[in-house]
């Protein structure tokens, strides 16, 4: 069966710090990839999608960027966070054509 | 704004009774999911209705769409407790991204 591995669960970073979030997927081959941002109580902002390896769409410019080395490994990251970078980060895959999305945990990502 | 709109952005009601919730968007879609999020966590794909489908029954979940209208809505019949829950729709529109909805907080209570 499938599943999707997201971490950390929680982290603390100081302002100007870097970042890096890893989402592994496993037992599907060439799932569609999703990084999502969730302020605290509200919606799901789409910051970046690929469908396939290297190929990286962007929803949102700031300071935060994507990269998928691997087929079932996207990873999110930053050079320098910014106080407004915290917030719930998921992943997510999904196959196929706009069909349902499995989600990751999440990584309750807060910058001080 | 592609985000979709939901309301009421929060609910409490007694166990035993109706939930209903609203979607509107503002685009043409391929299809419209419900996913439902417990505090802290992922979200969890609840059902999907396609553009060419007005009605869709899950259990005790009922979903309606009306594309001429743009909007959506979700009812989760005999409530209980454990619904409690903050419910979000998505669509897809002619591409491979979801956008989602700004959420209903329910809270069924005991």
């Known amino acids: 069966s499938q599943t999707i591995h997201q971490w950390p669960a929680t982290l603390v970073q100081p302002v100007g710090s870097p970042l890096s979030l890893e989402c592994t997927v496993e037992g599907t081959s060439n799932p569609n990839l999703y990084w999502y941002r969730q302020a605290a109580g509200r919606g799901l902002q789409l910051l970046f999608y690929s469908v396939g390896i290297g190929q990286i769409s962007s929803e949102v410019p700031q300071n935060l960027s994507a990269s998928r080395p691997q087929d079932r490994q996207f990873i999110l990251s930053s050079k320098k966070l910014l106080l407004s970078d915290s917030g719930f980060y998921l992943c997510a895959w999904s196959v196929g054509r706009v069909e349902k999305l499995f989600f990751g945990s999440g990584t309750q990502l807060s910058v001080l | 704004s592609q985000q979709g709109e939901e309301d009421p952005q929060a609910l409490s009601i007694q166990e035993g009774e109706n939930a209903t919730m609203n979607c509107s968007y503002k685009?043409?879609?391929?299809?419209l999911q419900w996913y439902r999020q417990n505090s802290g966590r992922g979200l969890v794909h609840l059902i999907l209705?396609?553009?060419?489908?007005r009605e869709k029954h899950s259990g005790r979940l009922r979903v309606t769409l009306d594309t001429s209208k743009k909007s959506s809505s979700l009812l989760i019949t005999a409530s209980r407790a454990a619904d409690t829950a903050s419910y979000f729709c998505?669509?897809?529109?002619?591409?491979?991204?979801?956008?989602f909805g700004t959420g209903t907080r329910l809270k069924v209570l005991a």
């Open positions: 685009t043409s879609i391929n299809n």
């Open positions: 998505a669509f897809t529109s002619g591409t491979y991204k979801y956008i």
């Open positions: 209705i396609r553009s060419n489908e």
